[in-house]
């Protein structure tokens, strides 16, 4: 069972760099998402898809651009890395309900994590 | 918008004992969900447990059992009888349709 798919695991950027993180899911989750995690500071919400064609803004979206052209994928772009953007990113997935894609079903899917770094 | 909080930065239990994760939220959707995550030290995402804000009964799966108490907007994870692998962070989520918040976390670290 594949679930959620990141690549890569780790990267290293100069500034400036522009770079994608993919994320693939095989699940035929509705929902995805982006996190990142920076010690101290918890997961948070970069972006968020509900289904193919509709993004909408997280907690902390400046720097980062996202697409969902499919239901499978949900790629996070940077096109100008900055060194404020070193962190862990997780991609998350959920499967949809009637009313309410996450709150109803009790749980997200998340992907391995990509190690992103910024010189 | 939606707050989590979680005051507790590390907690120390000793082994086979129980211990309570401290979570606070704030909200003003009157249906949402309340979510706990492990995360060990290599690093994947453990789903734990879910409340709905409707429900009646505090949510248990296995050793683990959610407190929640709606009035003093409070979910509190308790582990019963620690094992030397609940080392971990531990994340308090909240959730309303599009959008799961996440607090700072809890490390929690179980000794013999």
């Known amino acids: 069972n594949a679930g959620v798919t990141q690549t890569p695991k780790f990267q290293v950027l100069k500034t400036g760099q522009s770079m994608t993180l993919q994320c693939a899911q095989d699940m035929n989750h509705e929902y995805m998402s982006w996190y990142r995690q920076d010690p101290g500071m918890g997961l948070r919400l970069i972006h968020y898809?509900?289904?193919?064609?509709?993004?909408d803004q997280g907690e902390v979206p400046n720097g980062y651009n996202v697409s969902r052209s499919t239901t499978e994928d949900f790629p996070l772009r940077l096109l100008s890395a900055a060194p404020s953007q070193t962190s862990v990113y997780f991609c998350a997935s959920s499967r949809p309900t009637g009313t309410g894609v996450v709150v109803q079903t009790g749980e997200l899917f998340f992907g391995e994590g990509s190690r992103l770094t910024v010189l | 918008a939606q707050k989590i909080t979680q005051t507790q930065p590390g907690m120390f239990v000793q082994e086979k004992e129980a211990v309570t994760l401290d979570c606070t939220y704030d909200?003003?959707?009157?249906?949402?969900?309340l979510f706990w995550y492990k995360q060990p030290s290599s690093g994947e995402m453990i789903f734990l447990i879910y409340?709905?804000?409707?429900?009646?009964q505090n949510a248990t799966e296995g050793r683990y059992s959610l407190n929640f108490q709606k009035a003093r907007k409070s979910a509190n994870l308790v582990i019963s009888a620690s094992q030397l692998g609940d080392s971990a962070m531990y994340f308090c989520a909240i959730a309303n349709t599009d959008k799961l918040i996440f607090g700072t976390g809890t490390r929690l670290q179980v000794f013999p």
């Open positions: 898809s509900v289904g193919a064609g509709i993004t």
């Open positions: 909200t003003s959707d009157p249906s949402y969900g």
């Open positions: 409340q709905g804000s409707y429900d009646q």
